[in-house]
T-cell receptor, first 110, second 117 residues
Framework: DAKTTQPNSMESNEEEPVHLPCNHS???????IHWYRQLPSQGPEYVIH???SNVNNRMASLAIAEDRKSSTLILHRATLRDAAVYYC???????????FGIGTKLQVIP | NAGVTQTPKFQVLKTGQSMTLQCAQD?????MSWYRQDPGMGLRLIHY???????DQGEVPNGYNVSRSTTEDFPLRLLSAAPSQTSVYFC????????????????FGAGSRLTVL
């Protein structure tokens, strides 16, 4: 997989919105952007993915820059249960061999 | 629907022992993969499979063997365990398909924590 860049850690107050950034400056036109999160002591779980347009689901929103070189995962109201490591990935080598970076560790402050 | 099931959840081995981590999925996914996760590091791909009878190496394959005789099962074998293989192991599966809402989304198991003394 080609590289994505995320901050190592972020903090948010409970019930406030959280914007988690990801840079993927070498993205090609057909690469999707996927986000996963990993709660403590659990396996990663899918959050959202998109190609060009902004996407919404029950967990989060994904805002993709017009040039597609960056994206932002938006949690509209952070809860304590959202404290996790969030991974932004770009499966350019094929979905069967997805690789993950270190991700962003989100701390939610009560 | 069980999803991806990994066994055992915990295992302690002595250096040189062998063991198999089991992974089974009941979603008829063609893609399956094994990752390891070490403290402070992301997930690193060990081996993956695109279907029964087809496997390939990921980033860190040394010391591990895999086979895929059925769509459902993808065991990971450690032939001679080493302390460097102490880690948490995750199995994942997905299916391909353009335009399908769930396609290309990885489903992970709960993990197997392995300690090699």
């Amino acid at each position: 997989d080609a590289k994505t860049t995320q901050p190592n850690s972020m903090e948010s107050n409970e019930e406030e919105p959280v914007h988690l950034p990801c840079n993927h400056s070498t993205i090609s036109g057909t690469d999707y952007i996927h986000w996963y999160r990993q709660l403590p002591s659990q396996g990663p779980e899918y959050v959202i993915h998109g190609l060009t347009s902004n996407v919404n689901n029950r967990m989060a929103s994904l805002a993709i820059a017009e040039d597609r070189k960056s994206s932002t995962l938006i949690l509209h109201r952070a809860t304590l249960r959202d404290a996790a490591v969030y991974y932004c990935i770009r499966p350019s080598g094929g979905y069967q061999k997805v690789t993950f970076g270190i991700g962003t560790k989100l701390q939610v402050i009560p | 629907n069980a999803g991806v099931t990994q066994t055992p959840k915990f295992q302690v081995l002595k250096t040189g022992q062998s063991m198999t981590l089991q992974c089974a999925q009941d979603m008829n996914h063609e893609y399956m993969s094994w990752y390891r996760q070490d403290p402070g590091m992301g997930l690193r791909l060990i081996h993956y499979s695109v279907g029964a009878g087809i496997t390939d190496q990921g980033e860190v394959p040394n010391g591990y063997n895999v086979s895929r005789s059925t769509t459902e099962d993808f065991p990971l074998r450690l032939l001679s365990a080493a302390p460097s293989q102490t880690s948490v192991y995750f199995c994942a599966s997905s299916y391909s398909g353009q335009g399908s809402a769930g396609a290309n989304v990885l489903t992970f198991g709960a993990g197997s924590r392995l300690t090699v003394l």
